[in-house]
């Protein structure tokens, strides 16, 4: 009787620590892949098309706002008006979590390095940046932020000053 109460409990354990992922978890991953890849290509039009008229998005760049989307598409043309052959390299993408919960919710976060060429200067860039997405049931983005040293990246590659 103990070995049948014992498995009981080590089962009822076992079964308690298993998170239960969001079903909506994996397809956005997918359509936070299909949005890194349509920025990257400057598909702006579609870039614009994956984002929900509402969506609110955190600048990287010190001090920066929270943005509406025109506010958000000229940041993004901005990024492409002064760097060349960008891309995004993953790390990986983890799933995201209610803020006030803590449950997980579908969103997507992603660690990852983004490389390129300043149009002005020449000069390469290579920085770590962390994101988070979150969507709708409509698979549009309706909240999204990017975290990282934006300000010391435009000031590294920026052209050399002629003193």
């Given at each position: 009787m103990r070995k049948i109460i014992m498995i009981a409990f080590i089962s009822i354990l076992m079964s308690c620590?298993?998170?239960?992922?969001n079903?909506?978890?994996e397809g956005n991953v997918e359509l936070a892949k299909n949005w890194f890849a349509t920025f990257t290509s400057e598909d702006y039009e579609g870039v614009s098309a994956l984002m929900a008229d509402t969506v609110e998005w955190q600048s990287c760049f010190y001090g920066g706002p929270l943005m509406d989307k025109a506010q958000a598409m000229d940041y993004m043309k901005g990024w492409h008006d002064a760097m060349e052959n960008i891309t995004y390299t993953p790390e990986n993408y983890l799933p995201g979590v209610n803020p006030e919960t803590?449950?997980?919710?579908?969103?997507?976060?992603?660690?990852g390095v983004w490389t390129g060429t300043n149009t002005a200067s020449?000069?390469?860039f290579e920085i770590l940046m962390y994101?988070?997405?979150?969507?709708n049931d409509e698979g549009k983005i309706t909240h999204s932020g990017d975290?990282?040293?934006?300000?010391?990246?435009?000031?590294?590659?920026?052209?050399?000053?002629t003193e």
């Amino acid at each position: 009787m103990r070995k049948i109460i014992m498995i009981a409990f080590i089962s009822i354990l076992m079964s308690c620590g298993q998170t239960q992922q969001n079903p909506s978890y994996e397809g956005n991953v997918e359509l936070a892949k299909n949005w890194f890849a349509t920025f990257t290509s400057e598909d702006y039009e579609g870039v614009s098309a994956l984002m929900a008229d509402t969506v609110e998005w955190q600048s990287c760049f010190y001090g920066g706002p929270l943005m509406d989307k025109a506010q958000a598409m000229d940041y993004m043309k901005g990024w492409h008006d002064a760097m060349e052959n960008i891309t995004y390299t993953p790390e990986n993408y983890l799933p995201g979590v209610n803020p006030e919960t803590g449950q997980l919710d579908g969103s997507v976060r992603t660690y990852g390095v983004w490389t390129g060429t300043n149009t002005a200067s020449g000069k390469d860039f290579e920085i770590l940046m962390y994101h988070y997405l979150v969507f709708n049931d409509e698979g549009k983005i309706t909240h999204s932020g990017d975290f990282g040293d934006a300000t010391g990246l435009m000031m590294a590659v920026a052209p050399d000053s002629t003193e």
